[in-house]
């Protein structure tokens, strides 16, 4: 699975983006997708993900803030991001991971994308 992220950039605080990841698969919609980042100096963490049922998990940080979302036909993942923060800074990164057994759950992420930067401005 090859993936590509689009549509960082650099941001004032308090405005929004929308970052894409296009799929290079045909069976898109069997996998796992989520966003994830590192800041300089950090851990990558999750930000936000879904399971192939659409199941959605957000980090504490971005619940009513971000959104997920993917479209199976253009099989691509977007990442809204609103109320964009300065901590929220940092190259975000999508992922792909497995269905489990039985199409239960996400194994490891091990698809990864080349990552955009995202840059808030107080």
């Known amino acids: 699975v090859q993936l590509v992220e689009s549509g960082g950039g650099s941001v004032q605080s308090g405005g929004s983006l929308r970052l894409s990841c296009a799929a290079s698969t045909y069976t898109y919609s069997n996998y796992c997708m989520g966003w994830f980042r590192q800041a300089p100096g950090k851990e990558r963490e999750g930000v936000a993900t879904m399971d192939s049922h659409g199941s959605t998990l957000y980090a504490d940080s971005v619940k009513g803030r971000f959104t997920i979302s993917k479209d199976n036909a253009k099989r691509t993942l977007y990442l809204q991001m609103n109320s964009l923060k300065s901590e929220d800074t940092a190259m975000y990164y999508c992922?792909?991971?497995?269905?489990?057994?039985?199409?239960?759950?996400?194994?490891?992420?091990?698809?990864w994308g080349q990552g955009t930067q995202v840059t808030v401005s107080s």
């Open positions: 992922a792909a991971a497995d269905r489990g057994q039985y199409g239960l759950g996400c194994l490891r992420y091990n698809y």
